[in-house]
């Protein structure tokens, strides 16, 4: 760290090297300060990348306001709805349909679209984020009236936590009795206390019963 002093208020204070030329103030409060009593810039100026003789200035980006698209920006547009989608957002182009227009989705999934990597995602991931789970942990809520069995709290942040647990009991994944629905701090705290391995029902009753 490198001392200098405040121009404001001639306090000393550290800064980084890199800083060394940029830093002047000690505080935002004398920053402020040195600001009282002189004129801004851009004081009278209606747009500050003019000059108040209408002409723009060196180095400005001139604002884009009353410009259109020209005939060739448009005709990539028109031929980029022509094939598959790329990785850039292609604006729609009216009277062009869509490339994927009376194709059937099955045509397009897997290892038939274009995004495909040779099927990495892992299985554990599939599995829960598949339709079947998801209307399993529907029902466990409906059946338990959205409520958790250890609190009593209705609604907010549930969970359905397995009671035998998911990675060594594949066969009862979905089966109704084998989910009870916990809050999240509850589900939690059953987790920081038996862990999130060879969970079992004998551990579900004493965490209900504590």
Not at 8 to 31: A, H, L, T, W
Not at 177 to 200: A, M, P, Q, R, W
Not at 201 to 207: I, S, T
């Amino acid at each position: 760290m490198i001392t200098k002093n405040c121009l404001q208020c001639g306090k000393e204070f550290n800064v980084k090297p890199c800083n060394i030329n940029r830093s002047k103030y000690c505080c935002k409060d004398c920053f402020n300060k040195s600001k009282i009593g002189k004129v801004a810039h851009n004081k009278g100026i209606k747009n500050p990348g003019w000059t108040n003789n209408g002409s723009f200035k060196k180095g400005n980006i001139p604002p884009l306001k009353g410009k259109h698209h020209t005939e060739e920006s448009k005709e990539k547009d028109r031929l980029a709805h022509l094939g598959k989608p790329s990785k850039s957002k292609t604006k729609f182009v009216k009277g062009i349909p869509s490339w994927n227009k009376g194709i059937h989705i099955d045509a397009i999934r897997g290892d038939k679209c274009w995004k495909w990597k040779g099927g990495i995602t892992p299985e554990n991931h599939r599995i829960r984020t598949s339709l079947e789970m998801k209307l399993w942990r529907k029902s466990c809520f409906e059946r338990d009236n959205f409520t958790c069995k250890k609190c009593g709290q209705s609604g907010g942040e549930l969970r359905v936590h397995h009671i035998n647990n998911f990675a060594d009991f594949p066969e009862i994944r979905l089966s109704l009795d084998n989910g009870i629905t916990l809050c999240n701090k509850c589900h939690k705290e059953f987790h920081h206390k038996y862990g999130v391995k060879n969970n079992t029902q004998e551990q579900l009753n004493e965490f209900l019963n504590i």
